[in-house]
């Protein structure tokens, strides 16, 4: 249990454990998380609900007016 006290072993750890860290965010610096993509397709599914709400209403008037010719 001494030797993990000496002054050489506890600086390695701490060096290892900086280098590991700076390795790990070089390494997913550059990775494409697909942020712009997934913005694009919420954006694409936002205009069709905004659509299908435009032509909702008139699909209900639609039905009004033929049940009103029925009677």
Do not use: C
């Not at 000496?6 to 280098?19: A, F, L, R, T, Y």
């Amino acid at each position: 249990m001494e030797w993990l006290l000496n002054p050489w072993v506890i600086s390695i750890i701490i060096v290892s454990v900086v280098v590991s860290n700076i390795a790990a965010i070089k390494y997913t610096a550059n990775m494409k998380f697909g942020r712009h993509d997934k913005t694009k397709e919420l954006l694409r599914k936002q205009r069709e609900v905004e659509n299908l709400k435009h032509q909702q209403p008139q699909d209900d008037a639609a039905d009004q007016d033929d049940t009103t010719d029925k009677k």
